[in-house]
């Protein structure tokens, strides 16, 4: 049973467009994160979601809007896609934000490649 | 400022011989360590984490670590390097003092075993 699953795992479209990459945990835990790996292979936090509700926003463009419907899902949706959104999405997710000792563990990764 | 650093690019070993991968950090408080693994066009997958205790910390795969908190380090180490261990490693932290639960990446090592 996977525990971190995120669809798609590739998506490649143009410039200006919309779209949205979905992320769902069947571990039980209360928060769900989003990274960014860019060409250079640099990880990156963007949000962190705890229980439905946003705990981290790092400098991200606001064309990036997290969305979590409960808290086993955790989706990102870009608007607007530009050349520089070409990287490798990772969703991860952690029984809690607070206690630092927790492991988190990552999906899969989705490989976003914008023409 | 929490902050990781991995100093080496890449590390090359033979198939047999012992492996280290350097990891050292900076937190303000007392730190939580964590090493993952990625395959190619692979997720990260935990490998091992030091919260607190023994300082020398076993994981998956053969692998372990060791906290040296007067050279603020986690060096990963396996004893005899598999061809399979070839990937790209990260080392990550949280500060202890930190409420909001992200991982702070180093920029990754790669590890290449040759036969």
């Known amino acids: 049973d996977t525990a971190v699953s995120q669809t798609p795992k590739y998506l490649v479209t143009q410039m200006g467009n919309d779209k949205s990459i979905k992320c769902e945990q069947n571990?039980?835990?209360?928060?769900m994160y989003w990274y960014k790996q860019d060409s250079k292979k640099f990880l990156k936090i963007m949000f962190s979601?705890?229980?439905?509700?946003?705990?981290i926003n790092e400098t991200v463009p606001n064309r990036f809007s997290p969305k979590s419907p409960d808290k086993a899902h955790l989706n990102l949706h870009i608007n607007s896609l530009e050349l520089g959104d070409s990287a490798v999405y990772f969703c991860a997710s952690s029984p809690s934000p607070t206690r630092g000792w927790e492991t988190q563990y990552f999906g899969p990764g989705t490989r976003l490649l914008v023409l | 400022a929490q902050s990781v650093a991995q100093p080496e690019d890449q590390v090359n070993v033979a198939e047999g011989n012992p492996l280290t991968v350097k990891c050292t950090y900076s937190?303000?408080?007392?730190?939580?360590l964590f090493w993952y693994v990625q395959y190619p066009n692979r997720g990260l997958q935990f490998l091992l984490k030091?919260?607190?205790?023994?300082?020398l910390v076993k994981g998956s795969y053969g692998f372990e670590a060791e906290f040296n908190k007067s050279q603020t380090s986690f060096h990963l180490k396996k004893p005899s390097a598999l061809v399979s261990d070839s990937a790209l490693y990260f080392c990550?932290?949280?500060?202890?003092?930190?409420?909001?639960?992200?991982?702070?990446f180093g920029k990754g090592t790669k590890l290449s075993v040759k036969p």
């Open positions: 030091y919260i607190t205790g023994d300082n």
């Open positions: 979601y705890n229980n439905k509700e946003l705990i």
């Open positions: 571990l039980g835990h209360d928060t």
């Open positions: 937190v303000s408080g007392n730190p939580y």
């Open positions: 990550a932290v949280r500060d202890s003092r930190g409420s909001q639960g992200n991982l702070i």
